[in-house]
């Protein structure tokens, strides 16, 4: 129930899809066009950001492997941008971050939805950190509370569902932080993985090479360690049961939370962090170059 669920009543429902899904992907370059435009970066460097993120392997790989409600993980960026307008320039920003979230919500599935949590609770414990205030916590809260007004059609019936009918889950997944990365820079396709539970669709977020040097030359830029606390926080859930007590042992006592599986899926934040990171360390780059030419 998506707003894109339009194009199949209009179009039919094989052409409506694809339409959505080009809408979905063009929001991805945009989106993270925008966010990067959020952290100072150039137009030349944001385009080089909204490049990596729109064309990442997590997207290519689950909307091949036929998860179209994946497709939502492509306003990610958005929901980071409009809770950092929110936090910095006025909680009118709350609105659009609810009306997000809820269109994310609405198109159906759990993992989009509580990765898009974990995302939002990522910045907003980084800033409360860094900002000493707990101005984060209350925009967040307003956002879910826009959220849920605007999704309580699709989310109410849905939690209920889920509190009457737990999934009894007893499938468990672990990675080592070498494989988190190695599926960054790999490239199987949608084939079976041997030694793992699941096919390689749900391990790959593949980013262009160049992403990982310019990640780490971010590092010496102090605005965009958020970034790389939510590409830690990606890493760290993706290693599943291989952290005992860890992140992901964490989320799956959480309410609501305990029904989900693929750990790896969180991997999505490692390529939305990244091409943050790549934009402003092009950025630094370039600034570097233009003082030691002067």
Known sequence: ????????????????LKLGLVVYLASAFDGAYRLARSYGASTAASTLGAVLYGTN??????LSA???NFASAALFPYLA?????????????????????????????TSTPAIAAVLLLTLAATDVVRLHSARPVAVLMLGALCAVALSAFRLLPALEF??????HQLESDAATMWSVVRDGYWWQGTVPVAG?????????WRLASISLPLALWALRVRAARAAWVLALAGASIALGDA??????????????????????????LIALALPVLCATAFEDRKSTRLNSSH
């Open 66 to 68: 036929g998860h179209a």
């Open 1 to 16: 129930v998506s707003p894109l669920a339009l194009a199949s009543s209009v179009f039919g429902t094989a052409l409506g």
């Open 196 to 204: 793992r539970r699941y096919a390689y669709h749900e391990y790959g």
């Open 81 to 109: 941008l409009c809770y950092r307008r929110a936090t910095a320039d006025g909680v009118a920003w709350t609105i659009p971050l609810g009306g997000i979230a809820a269109w994310v919500v609405c198109d159906g599935g």
């Open 57 to 62: 392997g997590w997207l290519a790989l689950h």
């Open 243 to 268: 952290w005992h007590y860890g992140p992901w042992w964490l989320l799956k006592h959480a309410p609501l939370f305990r029904d989900l599986r693929v750990p790896s899926r969180y991997t999505i």
């Open 162 to 167: 889920a509190l009457d009918h737990p999934r």
